[in-house]
């Protein structure tokens, strides 16, 4: 038998071998261009879609409170509030409701609605005070109204 030479290590090729920083680096950088351009349009839909649902939520109101009027012969008042939808007043004989299917919604920021009646710009005022939780604002903050 004849000796074989001592094997050599083999060197591996270059596709084989890890990325350099450098090129860790320019993905990162690329990432972080994508999602700062992207982000921002991206909660920018999503507070979009919350006034939407307010929005949304109101007009279902609404046809409750339309409903209620139908049956009593006059909407709730703000002492009995929207909780005239859910749950008979004492003082109603002709409640037929419940006229929503399903608890007393909150709006999209977990807030109350706000409702008045009679309301300043109609029979009654149905109103959410938006992202921020106050009267006034713009945009995510404005108020969402029946009106």
Known sequence: MQAQPPS????CPR???GFTLLELLVVMVIIGLLAGYVGPKFFNQIGKSEVKAARAQIDGLQKALDQYRLD?????????GLLALTSKPADEPRW???????????????????????GEHGE???LSNGR????????????IVSW
């Open 96 to 118: 037929a409701g419940p006229y929503l299917s399903k608890a007393l919604p909150k709006d999209p920021w977990h807030n109350d609605y706000q409702y008045r009646s009679p």
């Open 132 to 143: 921020d939780g106050r009267p006034g604002g713009e945009g995510e903050d404005a108020d």
């Open 15 to 17: 596709q084989a071998r």
């Open 8 to 11: 050599r290590i083999a060197r």
């Open 72 to 80: 009593v012969g006059r909407y709730p008042t703000t002492e009995q």
């Open 124 to 126: 009654y005022d149905l």
